[in-house]
């Protein structure tokens, strides 16, 4: 239909084009025109986020702990509670594990997650082992943090449909792998869960590299996401500010844990836009930005909002 038909379509008034006061879209019937609202990928409207993981449990963590706590970037320990010392006091720096009773301190502002008890290979295992190395070590974890820890790397980085299948039952909401994918968030199955690269990546460029070009992009979105071990660093600690500085300090990056990511990607999944678009009501627990019309706001948690 041309321009012209419509405007001719135009002349019967039961059927009238009008054009809507608010975004000047044209419409038909004299109803104001709805506003679009979009719920932005991250918080804040933010068009990046930039998350981290690590895994074992390590002394080295302390130091790369230091360096994130400094520039402001965010990291998510995978911890074998079979592993950590239990002195009762900070592990000497000669130990390769660090002591329970530092955990809740070292890792404070970041996140604790499951690695298992004795870092087996889970898929050699039966289904009763693979619940007792995952629960065991998230309630041992819990009974050192404070608060439920739901998250897990896979030792080794091995699963199978199996141990997915055991996972699902034990309240673990993703599992991270030691796969890539250029485009890692939403997975498709969180309890297989691919990074952006290893830390320490060389194809197809090492991660400054790579987090320069996605960063200089201004269309570019989504999740960059490292990972490694922290004892990666020895002997060669200047890579750590080589490879993780760079990453820090962008306003239009959310730094954020592991868990973080899936509980506002749920809760952006909860918030429920009226159907002539005029109210927001956030159910969850956290605060949800929309995008109104190219107008960033933040829903509350419980809370309904007017977006006219
Ligand atoms: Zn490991």
Avoid at 144 to 158: D, E, I, K, N, S
Wanted: net charge positive.
């Amino acid at each position: 239909m041309s321009r012209n038909d419509r405007e001719n379509t135009s002349a019967r008034p039961k059927d009238k084009v009008i054009l809507g006061k608010r975004t000047g879209i044209w419409n038909r019937g004299g109803m104001p025109t709805p506003v679009r609202i979009e719920v932005t990928q991250f918080p804040g409207g933010k068009r990046l986020a930039v998350t981290t993981s690590f895994d074992d449990g390590v002394i080295h963590d302390r130091r790369v702990v230091r360096a994130f706590n400094e520039w402001g970037l965010k990291g998510t320990f995978n911890l074998n509670s079979g592993g950590l010392l239990r002195t009762g006091k900070p592990a000497p720096d000669t130990s390769r594990h660090i002591d329970a009773s530092e955990v809740a301190e070292l890792y404070r502002g970041h996140e604790v997650a499951v690695h298992t008890v004795s870092h087996p290979w889970l898929e050699k295992l039966d289904n009763a082992q693979i619940a007792d190395e995952v629960l065991r070590d998230r309630c041992a974890l819990e009974d050192l943090v404070g608060y439920p820890v739901r998250g897990m790397a896979y030792p080794f980085g091995t699963y199978n449909d199996r141990v997915i299948a055991v996972l699902r039952q034990l309240g673990i909401v993703y599992a991270r792998t030691v796969e890539n994918h250029w485009n890692c968030f939403p997975p498709r199955e969180p309890l297989a869960w691919q990074t952006t690269a290893h830390q320490f990546t060389t194809t197809p460029e090492p991660v400054p590299q790579r987090f320069a070009e996605l960063y200089a992009n201004p269309r570019s979105t989504g999740l960059f996401f490292i990972w490694g071990h922290t004892y990666e660093f020895e002997n060669r600690w200047e890579d750590l500010e080589k490879i993780f500085k760079p990453l820090a300090g962008k306003p239009d990056i959310w730094y954020c844990t592991n868990i973080e990511l899936f509980d506002y990607e749920a809760a952006r999944q909860r918030l429920v836009v009226a159907a002539n678009r005029a109210t927001v009501f956030n159910p969850s627990a956290i605060p949800v930005t929309i995008n109104v019309a190219g107008k960033l706001r933040d829903v509350p948690p419980g809370k309904t909002i007017s977006t006219v």
